[in-house]
């Protein structure tokens, strides 16, 4: 099998330090590939990239009716959110309306990833909880599946929990693959993650933009979600982050997720494409590159998106001593 192409490399002086290969596809709801480049069939974990797709359930059995999802819960249901006063108040008021508490989360804890937020939980002298883990919202969001459905909430995490089977069955629906046993793992938030062809995840990006393929209940579902979170993209990650200041820039026309180990995945929803990138290391700063590259090439932006892009297609390397030493820049073209 052929390497993956180079698309990203660092530069420092004046010579080439890293080169980062991956992978990219941009489908339409088609099923019809726009652009690729590198194997786009072989299988990867999205990780946190779908979680819009992980938060279907909550239409689908009802619980946005039942308990009356605001607009934030939404966007929080999508996010890896850094921990800040908002995404930590969002969590925690849907679960309190759910007659639940940070006791009921699964997610684990760890600190906020945002600097000044973690500084400031350290001040007061309390230890991080599961609010502050990234996932919080979604795992808020799957609690109010767990209930819907009136089955227990304890052990929502595991594979064969209803919620995880309702929340595979939803990916399933949207990237038309099935995910199989013999390629699943474990999130870091303790949830099943399932490997399926990087193409099928662009895909269904493309079909949950477009609703096209979906029934007209999941297709509303995931307008619903693509709209929440880009009216809130603060809260689907956070200050400074990639994310978070890409949808704010496009103002609705863009839905962008990171997932760990350096997958992208996203839509660019008047164009009706979906999009997923891995970056074959892992490296998040890399793939941050390849995803700027690409929203520079496909997305048509203007100039003040333009300038939001050109930030992470070409990231500037600093020395401790505030120095420009060199930049990690996109060779997606």
């Not at 795992?139 to 089977?165: C, I, N």
């Not at 390397?317 to 990690?328: E, M, P, Q």
Request: with cysteine; aromatic share 6%; glycine share 10%.
């Amino acid at each position: 099998m052929d390497a993956n192409p180079i698309l990203a490399e660092t530069v420092r002086g004046n010579w080439v330090e890293n080169r980062f290969r991956g992978a990219y596809a941009v489908v339409d709801a088609s099923g019809r590939v726009i652009a690729s480049a590198g194997d786009i069939e072989r299988a990867i974990f999205p990780r946190s990239a779908i979680k819009s797709m992980q938060a279907l359930p909550i239409f689908a059995r009802h619980a946005e009716e039942k308990f009356h999802h605001t607009s934030e819960e939404l966007a929080l249901a999508c996010a890896s959110h850094h921990g800040e006063d908002d995404h930590v108040a969002t969590a925690r008021g849907l679960l309190s309306r759910l007659g639940l508490s940070v006791a009921d989360l699964e997610c684990g804890a760890h600190a906020p990833t945002n600097p000044a937020a973690r500084d400031a939980l350290r001040a007061t002298g309390a230890e991080p909880s599961a609010l502050h883990n990234n996932c919080s919202g979604k795992h808020s969001g799957m609690l109010s599946v767990a209930l819907a459905m009136g089955v227990p909430t304890a052990g929502y995490v595991g594979r064969e929990h209803a919620v995880q089977k309702a929340v595979r069955a939803a990916v399933e629906a949207v990237i038309g693959e099935e995910l199989t046993e013999d390629k699943c793992g474990t999130d870091g938030c303790s949830i099943p993650t399932f490997a399926a062809p990087l193409r099928a995840f662009a895909y269904g990006f493309a079909r949950m933009a477009t609703g096209e393929g979906l029934s007209p209940e999941l297709g509303l579902a995931a307008r619903r979600l693509f709209d929440a979170a880009t009216a809130h993209p603060h809260l689907v990650a956070g200050t400074g982050h990639a994310d978070t200041l890409i949808m704010a820039a496009f103002k609705g026309r863009v839905m962008q997720k990171i997932g760990a180990e350096g997958v992208q995945c996203g839509a660019i929803r008047n164009k009706g494409w979906g999009y997923a990138i891995k970056c074959d290391d892992g490296n998040p700063a890399a793939s941050q590159a390849m995803l700027a590259g690409l929203l520079l090439k496909f997305a048509e932006p203007d100039a003040e998106q333009k300038a939001v892009l050109e930030k992470f297609a070409g990231q500037v390397i600093k020395s401790v001593r505030g120095a420009d030493v060199g930049v990690l820049r996109t060779l997606v073209a």
